[in-house]
């Protein structure tokens, strides 16, 4: 079991930057994937930013060049820097964790954290 923590949402202008953190349950190296996704009002959840066990990252084309997903292994924690923000990005950003094995993936959820960008 995997129990994530989010932390970091808020209000900002157009234009702002806001930095999220998500601390996992467990030592981050145990989990093959940990992401970041977002779901707005009336839309689908979408995967914003994604960094594996090994250090590589994705980060959705919407989003690249303003958003940086990194992560702390003393700490257990991955973090979603996000700069630039626009009014578009404003959603519930979510914290997810996926560990392979011999089955189906087993992913985790956090709580989730509202991000809000006025214009």
């Given at each position: 079991q995997v129990e994530l923590v989010e932390s970091g949402g808020g209000l900002v202008q157009a234009g702002g930057s806001l930095r999220l953190s998500c601390a996992a349950s467990v030592n981050i190296f145990s989990i093959n994937v940990m992401g970041w996704y977002r779901q707005a009002p009336g839309k689908q959840r979408e995967l914003v930013a994604s960094i594996t066990n090994s250090g590589d990252t994705n980060v959705a084309q919407s989003v690249k060049g303003r958003f940086t997903i990194s992560r702390d292994t003393a700490k257990s924690t991955v973090s979603l820097q996000m700069n630039s923000l626009k009014p578009e990005?404003?959603?519930?950003?979510?914290?997810?964790?996926?560990?392979?094995?011999?089955?189906?993936?087993?992913?985790?959820?956090?709580?989730?954290?509202?991000?809000?960008?006025?214009?």
């Open positions: 990005d404003t959603a519930v950003y979510y914290c997810n964790a996926r560990r392979f094995g011999m089955g189906a993936p087993v992913e985790y959820w956090g709580q989730g954290t509202q991000v809000t960008v006025s214009s």
